[in-house]
């Protein structure tokens, strides 16, 4: 089990640090929305906070956070592709336990969104959110349980789905909203009250708020605690990686 987990999650990070596009993609969109959003927002910002927080400040953990989401877009789009050339046949049919296939690609999808969001933090800096080295261990736990979550519904969506154009829609109409919806883009203080029930229920929510409490705790608000916030995302890691268990039993690959 543990040499099919490994094998899988290092042909993942292989494959994809080959595909230079992916790279650009997963990093360089959310670099750019950082800089222009907050750029251009930043004279009418007003955090629900009594310290000054400037707006690229407050975006930047939501930018961290978006980079988590694109690597779990891009990473989970190999299981389609793995089912169309029949590497996925081949892999159900070997000797190793099904959970096994759940855990590797999610570990490598994981692996991957920490080590672009470890790029951005060289950033940090330029939003006066720089973590000190005795915070750094909290805030690569709280990147890593909710990257694994992330990729591992990136994961069930993935298994259920058949083409590459499908899944593309499909996660884009479920997790940026999401990621809208989590106070990485404005305060949930500021929103009516049913968006406000919505931040509340979103898994996303918790991950914006830890990783802001960690960098900038200026700006963290009256959001959760860090210790609710990893209670919910250890859960919600644990309930994606059930159901792509779960999945990988009962959906039967063409």
Same mark, same amino acid.
Request: hydrophobic residues 55%.
């Given at each position: 089990?543990? =040499?099919?987990?490994? &094998? /899988?999650?290092?042909?993942?990070?292989?494959?994809?640090?080959?595909?230079?596009?992916?790279?650009?993609?997963? !990093?360089?969109?959310?670099?750019?929305?950082?800089?222009? #959003?907050?750029?251009?927002?930043?004279?009418?910002?007003?955090?629900? &906070?009594?310290?000054?927080?400037?707006?690229?400040?407050?975006?930047?953990?939501?930018?961290?956070?978006?980079?988590?989401?694109? $690597?779990?877009?891009?990473?989970?789009?190999?299981?389609?592709?793995?089912?169309?050339?029949?590497? #996925?046949?081949?892999?159900?049919?070997?000797?190793?336990?099904?959970?096994?296939?759940?855990?590797?690609?999610?570990? %490598? %999808? $994981?692996?991957?969104?920490? %080590?672009?969001?470890?790029?951005?933090?060289?950033?940090?800096?330029?939003?006066?959110? =720089?973590?000190?080295?005795?915070?750094?261990? $909290?805030?690569? !736990?709280?990147?890593?349980?909710?990257?694994?979550? /992330?990729?591992?519904?990136?994961?069930? #969506?993935?298994?259920?789905?058949? =083409?590459?154009?499908?899944?593309?829609?499909?996660?884009?109409?479920?997790?940026?909203?999401?990621?809208?919806?989590?106070?990485?883009?404005?305060?949930? =203080?500021?929103?009516?009250?049913?968006?406000?029930?919505?931040?509340?229920?979103?898994?996303?929510?918790?991950?914006?708020?830890?990783?802001?409490?960690?960098?900038?705790?200026?700006?963290?608000? &009256? %959001?959760?605690?860090?210790?609710?916030? /990893?209670?919910?995302?250890?859960?919600?890691?644990?309930?994606? /990686?059930?159901?792509?268990?779960?999945?990988?039993?009962?959906?039967? !690959?063409?």
């Amino acid at each position: 089990m543990l =040499s099919a987990i490994y &094998t /899988l999650w290092i042909r993942d990070i292989v494959r994809f640090y080959r595909q230079r596009s992916r790279i650009i993609g997963a !990093l360089g969109t959310p670099v750019v929305f950082w800089i222009l #959003l907050g750029s251009g927002l930043r004279s009418s910002f007003r955090a629900d &906070t009594n310290a000054q927080v400037d707006y690229l400040e407050y975006f930047y953990p939501g930018t961290l956070v978006l980079i988590l989401l694109f $690597t779990a877009i891009f990473s989970t789009i190999s299981v389609i592709e793995d089912r169309q050339t029949g590497f #996925l046949q081949g892999v159900l049919v070997a000797p190793i336990p099904r959970i096994s296939i759940v855990i590797g690609k999610t570990l %490598g %999808g $994981t692996t991957l969104a920490c %080590g672009q969001a470890g790029l951005f933090l060289l950033l940090a800096p330029l939003a006066n959110a =720089s973590p000190d080295w005795n915070t750094l261990p $909290t805030l690569v !736990l709280v990147l890593s349980v909710l990257a694994f979550g /992330l990729t591992g519904l990136g994961f069930v #969506l993935a298994w259920w789905l058949d =083409s590459t154009q499908g899944f593309h829609a499909v996660m884009n109409l479920l997790l940026v909203p999401m990621w809208l919806l989590s106070g990485a883009v404005f305060p949930a =203080s500021g929103a009516s009250k049913w968006i406000q029930n919505i931040m509340l229920v979103n898994p996303m929510t918790y991950g914006v708020s830890a990783v802001r409490s960690v960098l900038a705790e200026g700006a963290s608000g &009256t %959001g959760p605690s860090l210790a609710t916030s /990893l209670l919910v995302l250890t859960a919600f890691g644990i309930a994606m /990686l059930i159901a792509g268990a779960v999945s990988v039993q009962t959906k039967k !690959l063409n």
